[in-house]
């Protein structure tokens, strides 16, 4: 029987996992724009800031709502913002669960913050489904950096090429595959599910 193509599968959260609808959301009312938010968040921005854990989150709103040019009171932001992250996307408990079933390790590598990642949700829902975790905000380090996917290999103990990466943006794909791990863009638990396939990874459905 030949050994499987990788050892660890390592997901990101929003986007892969968890859906962004809150997010959106909170752009939609407030008049903002996906891709500038994003191109601010893997950059330099203050919400990039604060998911490095260079902030706290007093400073990080008062940054944001300036950045943002918002006219919101700091608790009606907050207010929002922890709803950011959105339920799991179908399919996603199945497709961690199948993983794990597989033999494999899974690992979370989400650029995220205390608020987000101490949410009930978070910690009651999402944490458990996974073997290992290695959020942003704890590290130091963001993506698509690509010194935070060196250090969660060297954490994790395994060869790069031995570890499949899934990020819903293809920057941090890219940064991963820089360093050596197998980095995919995709766009929830069904593309995961067909890139784990071909690798000969997970079987049947």
């Not at 050994?3 to 903002?32: K, M, N, P």
């Not at 601010?40 to 300036?66: I, K, N, P, Q, W």
């Not at 590598?109 to 009651?124: E, I, K, M, Q």
Request: with cysteine; aromatic share 8%.
């Amino acid at each position: 029987m030949p050994s499987r193509a990788v050892d660890v599968v390592v997901f990101d959260l929003g986007g892969v996992i968890l859906d962004l609808a809150g997010l959106r959301a909170f752009l939609d009312r407030h008049d903002l724009d996906l891709a500038t938010f994003f191109a601010r968040a893997l950059g330099s921005g203050a919400h990039a800031e604060f998911e490095r854990g260079a902030l706290d989150t007093d400073a990080y709103v008062d940054a944001f709502l300036t950045e943002a040019g918002l006219d919101l009171e700091p608790a009606a932001f907050l207010a929002e913002f922890v709803d950011w992250p959105g339920d799991l996307l179908p399919g996603a408990a199945d497709l961690v669960a199948d993983v794990r079933a597989a033999g494999l390790v899974t690992a979370t590598l989400s650029n995220t913050n205390a608020v987000h990642w101490s949410a009930p949700f978070c910690v009651t829902t999402v944490l458990p489904m996974f073997d290992r975790h290695f959020p942003s905000y704890q590290l130091g380090l963001a993506k698509p950096d690509p010194a935070i996917f060196r250090r969660v290999v060297d954490e994790l103990g395994v060869a790069p090429g031995r570890v499949a990466f899934f990020d819903d943006n293809l920057v941090n794909a890219e940064a991963a595959t820089s360093v050596g791990l197998r980095g995919h863009q995709v766009d929830g638990p069904e593309a995961v599910r067909a890139v784990l396939r071909s690798l000969d990874v997970l079987t049947g459905r």
